[in-house]
T-cell receptor, first 113, second 115 residues
Framework: DAGITQSPRYKITETGRQVTLMCHQT?????MFWYRQDLGHGLRLIYY???????DKGEVPDGYVVSRSKTENFPLTLESATRSQTSVYFC????????????FGPGTRLTVL | DQQVKQNSPSLSVQEGRISILNCDYT??????FLWYKKYPAEGPTFLIS?????DKNEDGRFTVFLNKSAKHLSLHIVPSQPGDSAVYFC??????????????FGKGTKLSVIP
C-alpha cells in the first residue's frame, strides 16, 4: 500500500529553470492538492484538483502550473523558478467530497539558487 | 489576513503532563476543524477532527474542544509522551461554497515533550 508519494524528495535548481515536482497516489482519491510550507506561514494551498482534468487556483498560485490527466497523478511545474519558490512542497489527497481528511505525501524540499 | 491563528510557536511540557495547544479562527463560515501532526522530514498526518455541531471529540489520549462563540479550539494530549514531540497544525474549512474542500492551516505549534 504505497499511498501517496512525491518525487524527487530533494531538488536544487537555478533561477529561471523549469522544474516539475511529481505526486502519485494509489487510492484513486478524487481530490488532490499542492501546498507549500514556509517559515512563518504554515501550509498554503497552491493548486487543487477535484478530478482528472479539473484544476483550480489556491491561495498562492502565481508562478506554478498544474495538470491532471490521470486521477493518480498531479504534477506541479515551476515554469521559471525564482528564489522565492524555495520551499518544502507537499502533495495531499482526499477521497471525495463527503470526507474532510487530507492525506499528505512526504514532501519535496526545493532550493532555487 | 490570517484566518486560522496558532499564537504559540512553541510549547514545552514534561512527560506525563497535559499538553494544551490552542487555535483561534476568524472566519465564521468555518464549520469543520482538524489537527495534523508533523514530524521533521515527513508530511503532516491527520490526528483528530471536530465538527461545529460538537464541542468535544476524544480519541485515546487526544481530545479536541471547540468553543464556537469564542471561535477557539484546543487540543489536549494526556498524558504527554516524548513521541508526541512534533509540530501541530490546526486547520479549518467552510461548510459550503466553492472553498468547502479547501483547508486553511495555522502556522503550527512546535511541541516538545521533555522526558
Amino acid at each position: 500500500d504505497a499511498g501517496i508519494t512525491q518525487s524527487p524528495r530533494y531538488k536544487i535548481t537555478e533561477t529561471g529553470r523549469q522544474v516539475t515536482l511529481m505526486c502519485h497516489q494509489t487510492w484513486s482519491h478524487s481530490y488532490m492538492f499542492w501546498y507549500r510550507q514556509d517559515l512563518g506561514h504554515g501550509l498554503r494551498l497552491i493548486y487543487y484538483s477535484a478530478a482528472a482534468d479539473i484544476t483550480d487556483k489556491g491561495e498562492v498560485p502565481d508562478g506554478y502550473v498544474v495538470s491532471r490527466s490521470k486521477t493518480e497523478n498531479f504534477p506541479l511545474t515551476l515554469e521559471s523558478a525564482t528564489r522565492s519558490q524555495t520551499s518544502v512542497y507537499f502533495c495531499a489527497s482526499r477521497a471525495n467530497r463527503n470526507t474532510d481528511t487530507q492525506y499528505f505525501g512526504p514532501g519535496t524540499r526545493l532550493t532555487v539558487l | 489576513d490570517q484566518q486560522v491563528k496558532q499564537n504559540s510557536p512553541s510549547l514545552s511540557v514534561q512527560e506525563g503532563r497535559i499538553s494544551i495547544l490552542n487555535c483561534d479562527y476568524t472566519n465564521s463560515m468555518f464549520d469543520y476543524f482538524l489537527w495534523y501532526k508533523k514530524y521533521p522530514a515527513e508530511g503532516p498526518t491527520f490526528l483528530i477532527s471536530i465538527s461545529s455541531i460538537k464541542d468535544k471529540n476524544e480519541d485515546g489520549r487526544f481530545t479536541v474542544f471547540l468553543n464556537k462563540s469564542a471561535k477557539h479550539l484546543s487540543l489536549h494530549i494526556v498524558p504527554s509522551q516524548p513521541g508526541d514531540s512534533a509540530v501541530y497544525f490546526c486547520a479549518a474549512r467552510p461548510y459550503s461554497g466553492a472553498g468547502s474542500y479547501q483547508l486553511t492551516f495555522g502556522k503550527g505549534t512546535k511541541l516538545s515533550v521533555i522526558p
